[in-house]
Every structure is written in structure tokens, then in C-alpha cells.
């Protein structure tokens, strides 16, 4: 089977520690060679490992209730989507694939009765003739709402187009990427946007990434919009996003649903990766130091304190908050 790639990337160091509320994140660890789930809570900085099997287990996805989790895992060799119990067992884990395929970024829907993600009918070619589905945890059934090979592409015919990482904004609206790759294995992103899909009409409107807005100094930066989030700030429903500038230069931005208002969400890190998350009332991000080593970290909302750094021994990657 061909090398994964994880297009997510996340999140160690030390830094004074910030209290905060009530607030958990699950993540996908590697300790020793390959990923397992975990569960944090922010507050005391505990961790608790949720699988442990030899197969690399990522991407993990929560129910609106907190009971369920989601999360995709090649413990059969392929990229299948995997469902437990979050307080269950080893025991309790079923595989909800709809047959043979690679799956990736699954996302519950408000009520929890359907799951949007990403899919690619060749176990074996996870970034070809990619779709958005959705998935029913109940009957396996999925059903095809986005498919990349009708999508019309840039004028680089080479490009690989890849739909991913949706996200519900409502029982209706699924947010989602266009991606395009000169070679996705390797990660090689050339452009990706941010669309909304509406489900009832059918429809989908462009949201962010690839236009140009100003710097300070008042220059036009182009960007590469990844990483979409749906968080609710007192401003109401907010998509937060990854905006990458040239190759590797990436700040946190956030653009608001109801009247498209965006704007940069000032962190002060430099070492930003994404993605973003509004956990209770912290900002939890991943982040990528000089040495490319790769962690989990939180500031306050109100940015009064500066940042704490989730200690674990190994990479973090692919967070997702516990409701």
C-alpha cells in the first residue's frame, strides 16, 4: 500500500500554564512509529489514550452529543471510517465504510444522524476521483453530493484536484475545500478555496482563498485557504481557516457567515500550522516550530495570557474539540 499522507498537519515545548474552563480536545498521537487517539482535558493537561493498535488511526471526529466518535484507521489496510463509543472499548469499535475505499475528514452533522467525508472509491488512490458523501453511520449507506472529476479545474491541466475537509454549518450548508496539487503524496498544495454547498438547492458559492486582500503595509497577499472550521463567537456563526501565503508563510483568518465580514484572529504565533479550534473559551491551534517539531497549543480568548503547550512525547496531529 502506498506511503500515507496526512494533509492535516498539527501540533510540543513548554510554556507557562494558562487556566482555563472546562475544555477537551481528542488528537491522534505518534509515540512510537504510528498514531493512536487521545483525549486531553486543557485544564489539567491529563491525556488519555483512546485505541492502541498496531494500524495508524487519525482524523477524529466527535457527535454533537459527545457520546460518539468518529475516525478513520488502516488497521484493515485501507483508509476505513471507524466509529466507538468515546467512554467505550476497544471492544466497541465498528468499522461504518460503505465497502472498499479510502476515506479521510469525516464530520458529524448538527444532529448526528449523517456524516460528510471525504471519499475515493481506489483503496489504493486516496487523492483520485475524490468525492464528498454522505455517510449514515446507522446503514453504512453513503450518498455522493460533491464529485472532483465534474469540477472544472485551473488552466494547469496537471493539477490534481481533490475535494476535502467538509464541515457543517448547518443541517444544510456544508463548508469544503477545492484543492489542487502538483503531487498531493508529497503534499504539494497550489491552490485550494473554500466553498459553500448548499444541500437543498443544490448549489455552491465561493467563500475564500486564492483573492487578494491587504497586509498592513497595504500590499495585495494572495492566499491558499485550508484547514475551514465552524466556530460560534459572539458575533454569531464563524468559518476560521488556515490562510497560506506563498509556500509556507501561514496565518489563522476567520471571515464571518452571516455577513462575510473577515479578518485575521491575532494569536501572536508565529509558529501558527493550524488548525484552529475554539475549545470553551481558549483558542486551540496546532503549530510547527524551526525544527519542524510539531504540538498542540492554547491562548485564551481574550489573548490576556500567552500561549500553553500541551507536553507529550511525540507528533500530534489532526485535533478536534469535544463539544
Known sequence: MK??????AALLSVAPF??????????????DGQF???????????IQ??????ADETMPAVSPDGQRLVFISNRAGADSIFMMPIAGNASEVADISNGMGA????AFSPDGSRIAVRYAPDPQEPFAATRIVLLDPQTRKQEAIIDSTKLKTSENSDAVVVVDRPVWVSENLIAYLIAEYSDPEMGRLTKSTIYLFDLKKQEQTRVAGGESYFN??????GFKAIMPVVVTTESGRTLVFTAIRGGTDREPMKIALSGGEKGVVELGDPDFFGPLLLVGDVWVYGFM??????????RPADMKSPKTVLSFNGRIITPAALP
Open 103 to 106: 476515506y479521510a475528514n469525516p
Open 3 to 8: 506511503k500515507r499522507s496526512y494533509l492535516l
Open 36 to 46: 493512536d487517539l487521545y483525549r486531553t482535558d486543557l485544564k489539567t493537561s491529563q
Open 289 to 298: 516550530d524551526e525544527e519542524s517539531n510539531t504540538g498542540l497549543a492554547w
Open 49 to 54: 489514550q483512546l485505541t492502541s493498535t498496531p
Open 18 to 31: 494558562v487556566t482555563v474552563g472546562a475544555a477537551e480536545v481528542i488528537f491522534a498521537g505518534n509515540r
Open 216 to 221: 498592513a503595509d497595504g500590499s495585495p497577499m
